[in-house]
């Protein structure tokens, strides 16, 4: 069973289009977070999302826009694909907002975003 | 802004020596994680510290937090093949968990 789940693994697109990554996580928890890792591997947090609730934005064009129906799911939409968009993403989950300091965060494997 | 600078980015050692990861910033953290990261996967928890100068065991891996809570170190003994991956600290501060750079270690048989 994945913990937390992406698709698709591998995206592939045009600039200017608009695509949309999925995240699922079955662990039951309340946190979500959607972090974007360059071609340096630098990991930086875009968004956080507890019981449906934005909660972290970072400093993100807003041609990203993540939607949360449920505790379990946290999708990504990006419109106006530009060529700086492309990096690997990743989504994780967590239980808390970090009260209870030993659980760390659980990660999907990494959609990979290729703008062309 | 909260920053974590690790050192080295890259370290080559071959199979059996020892290796020691540092991260560093002029933040304090209430507590502070270290990640492990395999090409084409998502990091993967190795250990959480919390307390200033603490020391946490995982098998070949020693994890020490800085007694002021600013700094931390990865040492592994005796490394092997299957220790090769990339190594990110992750300090936490409030609802955020700040990612370092990371280091990329190879363990060559």
């Known amino acids: 069973d994945t913990a937390v789940s992406q698709t698709p693994k591998y995206l592939v697109t045009q600039m200017g289009n608009d695509k949309s990554i999925k995240c699922e996580q079955n662990l039951g928890h309340d946190t979500m977070y959607w972090y974007k890792q360059d071609s340096k591997k630098f990991l930086k947090i875009m968004f956080s999302?507890?019981?449906?609730?934005l909660i972290i934005n970072e400093t993100v064009p807003n041609r990203f826009s993540p939607k949360s129906p449920d505790k379990a799911h946290l999708n990504l939409h990006i419109n106006s694909l530009e060529l700086g968009d492309s990096a690997v993403y990743f989504c994780a989950s967590s239980q808390g907002l970090g009260a209870r300091w030993g659980l760390g965060y659980t990660f999907g494997s990494g959609t990979r975003l290729t703008v062309v | 802004t909260q920053l974590l600078e690790q050192s080295p980015q890259f370290l080559s050692i071959q199979e059996g020596e020892n290796l020691t990861v540092y991260c560093n910033s002029s933040?304090?953290?209430?507590?502070l994680q270290w990640y492990r990261q395999e090409p084409g996967e998502g990091p993967v928890l190795l250990v959480t510290v919390v307390t200033g100068g603490e020391v946490k065991k995982l098998k070949r891996l020693t994890f020490q937090f800085g007694d002021a809570r600013k700094d931390s170190s990865l040492h592994i003994t005796a490394a092997q093949p299957g220790d090769t991956g990339l190594y990110l600290c992750a300090g936490r501060g409030g609802n955020k968990l700040t990612f370092g750079g990371g280091t990329r270690v190879l363990v060559k048989p």
């Open positions: 999302y507890n019981n449906k609730e």
């Open positions: 933040s304090v953290f209430s507590s």
